[in-house]
C-alpha cells in the first residue's frame, strides 16, 4: 500500500464550509460548539472522528473520502 500525503481536515473543512457560503456561526450551531472550538478545528490536521461524522452530515460531504483518496492500495 502506497499512502500519499495526508490531507489538512481542517483547512479543508474551513474551505467546504466557505465554498457552500456559510459560516462559523452557522455551523457551531449546527453542532452545538462554540466558534472558537470550530476555529480550533480548523487548525488541526486531525479531529475526532465522532466530530468529523457530524460535520459531514451537517455540510452533506463526505470528509472521510478525504483521507481514502490518499491511499492507493498495490496489486
Known sequence: ???KEKPF???IIKGKLKEQG??????AARLSCTRENLYNV????DINTQ???????????DFFKEFSN???LKK
Open 22 to 27: 456559510r459560516t462559523v456561526t452557522w455551523l
Open 9 to 11: 481536515i481542517g483547512k
Open 42 to 45: 480548523f487548525s488541526k490536521s
Open 51 to 61: 466530530m468529523l461524522f457530524q460535520i459531514s452530515k451537517e455540510l452533506n460531504y
Open 70 to 72: 490518499c491511499l492507493q
Open 1 to 3: 500500500m502506497e499512502i
